[in-house]
């Protein structure tokens, strides 16, 4: 059976459909040939608010994502040309050479005469050669750097890289417990578990603790499974027990506290 990768994208106001191109519409038809070819769906990804032009290739994180995670797919497939390739000339560029160097087949919904293997990437460029292999350079970066990113989730247990929840710092590139920290975040998700609100909570950490965390950054926190040793980033998960303050247990009693609170709200 032949497996595949499925990639959307919308271009409009972010969380809204595109005129014959939503995101329901993409998923519902890619879905549907899939099951009547008999292929095995393996991956989905979906760049929401995306624009295809070459100015945006870099926020394309779902894109990036797939193309670090090609290998042992035969098909990538979408609903028409220009979800996938997008607008931009250098952005078809390098999506075309990416598959290409991958050996992999796309198949279009709405084209599906579309050969990947007759379009010659230079014929696309345009402007100056310089240009092309600046936005070709940009791309291996990014795409090295995701990379990079995802196998220090996977293998090192890592937070791949950005701004990292209270109570922990980054010293030497890895993540540390702020053991000072550590008794205040215990009692944040404790008196969560007991119903207390995010307000009150902060409140408490200000007139106690001389602590300032506002009630959103609380809220934040107190979703974030980052506390209970869950890394993410992208696609890619691990577990890394150094990172876990607080237990899966009470993190639960946490979450069905604020999804009560909320359905009262």
């Known amino acids: 059976m032949k497996k595949a990768l ?17 995101y329901e519409v993409q998923v519902d038809e890619c879905r549907k040939y899939c099951k009547k070819s008999k292929i095995e ?3 989905e990804y979906f760049d929401d608010g995306c624009s295809g032009d070459d100015e945006h290739l ?44 991958a050996e992999k087949q796309v198949y279009f919904i709405d084209n599906s005469d579309y050969d990947l293997y007759s379009v010659e990437p230079a014929d696309v460029l345009m402007n100056t050669i310089m240009e092309a292999v600046d936005v070709f350079q940009k791309m291996e970066i990014s795409l090295k750097l995701y990379r990079a990113r995802r196998m ?14 209270w109570g ?27 119903g207390f609100s995010c307000k009150s909570i902060s409140d408490w950490l200000k007139l106690e603790q001389e602590v300032k965390i506002s009630p959103k950054t609380i809220n934040n926190m107190l979703r974030n499974e980052f506390y209970i040793g869950k890394i993410k980033y992208g696609t890619a998960e691990a577990e890394n027990p150094d990172f876990a303050l607080i237990n ?11 999804d009560r609170r909320n359905t009262r709200n």
């Open 168 to 194: 922990f710092y980054w010293k030497n590139g890895r993540v540390k417990e702020d053991l000072e920290c550590r008794p205040i975040v215990e009692d944040i998700f404790r008196r969560a578990a007991g």
């Open 6 to 22: 499925l990639y959307f994208r919308t271009s409009g106001q972010i969380g809204k459909a595109n005129a014959g191109l939503g």
């Open 58 to 101: 870099e926020k394309s994180t779902a894109l990036l994502e797939m193309m670090a995670s090609l290998n042992g797919n035969d098909l990538v497939i979408a609903k028409d040309t220009s979800r996938l390739m997008g607008r931009g000339k250098y952005r078809q560029a390098w999506v075309t050479k990416e598959l290409r160097k």
């Open 248 to 258: 899966k247990v009470t993190f639960g009693k946490v979450q069905k506290a604020l």
């Open 152 to 165: 220090n989730v996977i293998k090192r247990k890592q937070k791949a890289a950005g701004r990292l929840p």
């Open 41 to 43: 769906i393996v991956g």
